[in-house]
């Protein structure tokens, strides 16, 4: 028999009326004599209400303790829905990440998934009962709960389709597919098909939050047949594959991430070793360098600018200002109103010209670049916050415009 995993995002769970469609498709998919096994993340924007919860009593609350509360997001919706269906008349059970057997490390609040003791839900399964699983959870060899990181539950549902071997991992969302620019900001983004696993986890990882990448990641790992669909329209939606070069596009979209903070150390010794002294003591702390840039010596002394992800901002200036006396900087500056707006495309490789172009639209939209980083399948950009929209649809329009 079929397996279909179906994972659905805080939209399409967002109220009553949305809870009822989600359990309609499911037990539809049912119907049609496959099993199911569904991914459920927290109702609408509870994650963020949960975050705001806790910050009112303790901004510095400790990671383990906030993945603690984080997780009971998606408990709330694995019952409704169970219940929801439960009403309908199908046989379903809800499990919470570790009850489905997710064990994850231990870095709590960005965990990752080292292995899915499946057989509660096979057993399941073999009853023919639908299987409801919480996602963006699981709990580390001590039993204490981790989350997998914002967005996190689509990986929870390719990790499942994976180990299940299911036929095809459907993630329902609030648009219809993948599309060449966030398709809120850019009206005339075009959906695509097709895309490969390559282009979207670039995508993904440079902000298209529409996939969690690490969903993407295990995906082309593990070969999962993966769907971006609407679960408000019924429609087809965008296939993510190994090969897709069918559509031969140069640029295969634009993405914008204002997750992003810039820092400079100012007035670091001009010798040997200094970024690797700075970079591996960020690394020992797992902060996450991105965009590098260093000046040309002068007097003697350099500066040395990088980006990393807004919420590790101040964690990053701390760990550095401990460590004056081994860097040997003046002062740290840092910038958090910025962000990084991004093109990707496997084509980009075998066309010059294509960072210019980029270029010359953020020019004519009068966006200044602070900051520039490229690799065969993407050229970055960190600019203003306030100029991220406009600068999305200026390069949109240059590429798929003309
Ligand atoms: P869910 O709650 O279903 O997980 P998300 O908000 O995480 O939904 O992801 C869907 C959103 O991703 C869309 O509403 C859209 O605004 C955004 N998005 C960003 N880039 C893209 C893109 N290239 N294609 C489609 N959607 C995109
Ligand atoms: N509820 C979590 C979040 O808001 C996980 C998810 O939506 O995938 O980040
Ligand atoms: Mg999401």
């Not at 059970?93 to 292995?115: C, E, M, V």
């Amino acid at each position: 028999m079929e397996l279909y995993v179906q994972k659905f995002g805080g939209s399409s769970m967002r109220d009553a009326e949305r809870v009822r469609n989600v359990a309609k498709i499911v037990t539809k998919t049912w119907d049609q004599n496959k099993n199911v096994v569904v991914v459920v993340s927290a109702q609408g924007d509870t994650t963020d209400d949960l975050i705001a919860k806790a910050n009112e009593l303790n901004p510095k609350a400790s990671k383990r303790e906030m993945d603690v509360l984080l997780s009971t997001g998606e408990q709330i919706s694995i019952s409704l829905l169970a219940m929801t269906i439960e009403g309908m008349g199908y046989p379903v059970k809800s499990f919470t990440g570790w009850q489905a057997g997710f064990l994850t490390d231990s870095t709590h609040s960005n965990a990752r998934i080292r292995n899915i003791n499946k057989q509660r839900i096979e057993n399941e399964l073999q009853k023919r009962t639908i299987v409801i699983v919480a996602g963006f959870q699981g709990v580390n060899r001590y039993d204490d709960i981790t989350t997998l990181g914002r967005g996190g539950s689509d990986t929870s549902a390719v990790a499942l389709a994976a180990v299940l071997h299911a036929d095809r991992c459907q993630i329902y969302t609030d648009v219809d597919g993948v599309y060449t620019a966030d398709p809120r900001i850019v009206k005339n983004a075009v959906k695509l098909g097709a895309i490969s696993y390559d282009e979207m986890l670039e995508l993904a990882s440079l902000g298209a939050q529409v996939l969690h990448n690490r969903s993407v990641e295990m995906a082309k790992r593990y070969n999962v047949d993966l769907e971006v669909l609407s679960s408000l329209e019924k429609k087809p939606g965008t296939i993510i594959k190994e090969d897709a070069s069918v559509e031969k596009m140069i640029i295969r979209g634009v993405a914008k991430d204002a997750n992003v903070a810039r820092i400079s150390l100012v007035e670091v010794p001009d010798q040997p070793g200094i970024a690797f002294k700075v970079f591996s003591i960020l690394a020992s702390k797992k902060i996450n360098v991105d965009i590098i840039l260093q000046s040309i010596g002068r007097d003697g002394t350099k500066d040395i600018t990088f980006t990393v992800a807004k919420d590790h901002l101040e964690e990053t200036v701390e760990v550095l200002n401990a460590n004056r006396d081994k860097i040997g900087h003046k002062e740290v500056l840092t910038d958090d109103q910025v962000a990084k707006v991004s093109i990707v495309g496997a084509g980009m490789e075998s066309n010059p010209g294509v960072a210019s172009k980029m270029f010359e639209a953020l020019y004519s939209a009068n966006i200044n670049i602070q900051m520039i980083s490229t690799s065969e399948i993407k050229v970055s950009v960190l600019i203003d916050i306030n100029d991220a929209k406009r600068a999305v649809v200026a390069i949109h329009d240059a590429f798929y415009n003309n």
